[in-house]
């Protein structure tokens, strides 16, 4: 009986005092706020070690930004750009670049949405005279990026961007072979380019165009016939038997001055060793290629529910202040502040 007179008290105090009951309430849910409330959720997190190919051939102009011609490079750090935006917070992000053989990591990931106007500072200055050297070994490159991504804390994923174009050329009889494991680590490899080969423009190393390199300034063929050495140490060539089909590398004899997307020889590379592949067609699906759920790292994080409290003090005072409006009298269907005339 006491249980049903407390509950008996408390109905008559609601219909006595609603409105004092509805105040107390939203005053207690926006104090809760200052205690800053959450729970532990699991979320979708991407930590990324973005390298950039910034060989000669990247910049080739057949891209477009707004209209106007871009070259390979400046397209892929524009949607780069734009892609930090769709990166939840909490997520991470580090830059490197390749030439020659290398990748070189300029930093380590750090979080996006604290870290975003330097991250996106550090991208604008990314450009061909930060490279050491001319070649463009693309399979030892993707190499080097799978070991920097491997020493790193976290485990990040490797986004490795590049046209594909090798310089020198590979023959398929003798591609570099390493101890890749398939899948070790993370990662996806972005084609950038047109298909239809450009003329590749030359530069000095501080920028000043140049011109064009011309058929008889590049190699045209494999150098590996010549006696060419080993740019990485233990590495060995892949020797593949003379009966089996030969792998596309994109090789163009004769045309090596000219330059293309090497669509193929990246699709080959990712495959070996456990990567995604996506020719970048426009920012929106790099940021979905980014934030996909191969590259996901599910992380316990703390959701705020502040939000929530605060949502509910102001149902609660929309509550408090509607409730008089329902004993207003209507006139044409709507509650006013005068009384309503009584028909003669």
């Given amino acids: 009986m006491k249980a049903r007179d407390f509950a008996d008290r408390v109905v008559a105090s609601w219909r006595t005092h609603a409105d004092r009951w509805l105040l107390a309430s939203a005053a207690t849910a926006l104090a809760t706020c200052l205690l800053q409330p959450g729970w532990p959720v699991e979320r979708a997190r991407f930590d990324h070690v973005i390298v950039l190919d910034i060989t000669q051939s ?5 891209e477009s ?10 397209y892929a750090k524009e949607a780069l750009r734009r892609a930090l935006l769709h990166l939840p917070c909490g997520s991470k992000v580090g830059w490197g670049v390749f030439t020659e053989y290398r990748a070189f990591l300029l930093f380590e990931p750090v979080e996006v949405c604290a ?13 061909g005279r930060m490279a ?18 491997k020493q790193l804390a976290g485990s990040p994923a490797l986004v490795f961007v590049t046209d594909g174009h090798e310089a020198p050329p590979l023959s ?18 972005v084609g950038v380019g047109d298909a239809r080969p450009s003329p590749i423009p030359k530069s ?26 080993t740019s990485v140490t233990g590495e060995r060539m892949t020797e593949d038997a003379a009966e089996a089909p030969m792998p596309g590398l994109g090789a163009t004899p004769g045309s090596e001055h000219l330059s293309a997307l090497r669509e193929p020889y990246l699709r080959l590379l990712a495959r070996e060793r456990g990567l995604g592949f996506m020719r970048l067609g426009s920012p929106d699906e ?37 409730s008089p409006l329902r004993r207003l009298p209507l006139v044409n269907g709507l509650p006013t502040l005068r009384p309503a005339k009584r028909p003669k």
């Avoid at 000095?204 to 060419?228: H, I, T």
């Avoid at 191969?294 to 509910?312: H, M, N, S, W, Y």
């Fill in 58 to 62: 990247m910049d080739v102009q057949d």
């Fill in 65 to 74: 930004l707004d209209g106007k011609p871009a070259s390979r490079l400046s």
């Fill in 115 to 127: 870290n975003l106007t330097e991250l996106r500072a550090t991208l604008a200055h990314i450009d």
């Fill in 132 to 149: 050491w050297n001319g070649n463009s070994e693309i399979a030892k490159g993707l190499h080097s990026g799978l070991q920097v991504a």
């Fill in 172 to 189: 398929p009889q003798h591609r570099p072979a390493f101890d890749d494991k398939p899948g070790e680590v993370k990662g996806l490899i």
């Fill in 204 to 229: 000095d190393p501080s920028g000043k165009p140049l011109g064009f390199w011309e058929a008889d300034e590049v190699a045209q063929a494999d150098l590996y016939g010549r006696g060419r050495g």
């Fill in 286 to 322: 790099l940021a979905a290629a980014l934030t996909g759920p191969v590259l996901a790292k599910p992380t316990q994080v703390r959701a705020d529910g502040r939000i929530a409290f605060a949502l509910l003090a102001l149902i609660l005072l929309l509550a408090r202040h509607a």
